[in-house]
């Protein structure tokens, strides 16, 4: 049974998502503030977070601060309906996704999912799996989830690790948006999401490189094939 742990001191949000999960077969524990569930979080007891952004005693771009400098656990973003800003500053800090606030259960449970499905999958024991993808210095691992430039491991977060995976693959060909949301974070993109522009340029910035993934206006994102 995955383990998620729900962050948020709206008490009466948070017993409707606990009863909806758990239903829906996912074991829940709720912190009912920042600073508490920064502690938990680090515990590594979980298998995703769903944290709220607006908290009591520690925000939740602190917290999601705090946790990124540790772990790499994959983290939903609750946010206030209509705050972009919000949105993106907490894409850019390492959030894997976000859910706008109020939020439906259903779509919350399809997010969580679609992280799980993506991080959760078996080990590959085959040569393929082995010897990993290549392209242009950097090898990926998709069994192990694990990047290399060089001789340094890339400290990804899931959806980052998703991304790049898709791109490379498809190395050396134009990926649209669409595709990328479709492949990498199991949903349909959505009119005005920024999500994929955000994580592409962490990937970028942690690849050290900018030049590796290429955006190719009005189409998508190309991973150079040397």
């Known amino acids: 049974m995955s383990r998620v742990l729900l962050v948020d001191d709206d008490d009466i949000l948070a017993e409707l998502l606990t009863e909806y999960l758990t239903a829906e077969g996912l074991e829940v524990n709720r912190m009912p503030d920042g600073e508490s569930g920064a502690k938990e979080i680090l ?111 890339l400290e990804l977060t899931s959806t980052e690790f998703n991304l790049l995976e898709v791109l490379m693959r498809h190395a050396g060909q134009v990926v649209s948006k669409g595709n990328l949301s479709q492949e990498a974070l199991d949903r349909k993109l959505a009119k005005f999401d920024r999500s994929i522009d955000v994580h592409i340029s962490s990937i970028r910035h942690k690849l050290g490189d900018a030049s590796l993934i290429q955006t190719v206006r009005g189409l998508g994102y190309l991973f150079v094939k040397n």
């Open 43 to 153: 515990t590594g007891n979980y298998d995703v977070v769903v944290l709220d952004s607006m908290m009591p005693k520690m925000n939740g771009l602190d917290v999601l601060k705090t946790v990124r400098a540790q772990s790499n656990i994959p983290i939903i973003m609750l946010t206030a309906k209509g705050d972009d800003i919000d949105r993106i500053i907490g894409l850019e800090m390492g959030a894997d996704d976000y859910v706008p606030k109020p939020c439906q259960p259903r779509e919350l449970l399809a997010r969580i999912n679609a992280i799980l499905r993506r991080s959760q999958q078996p080990v590959d024991t085959s040569g393929a799996a082995s010897s990993g993808l290549t392209a242009s210095g950097v090898t990926l691992y998709p069994s192990k989830r694990q990047a290399i430039v060089g001789d340094q491991t």
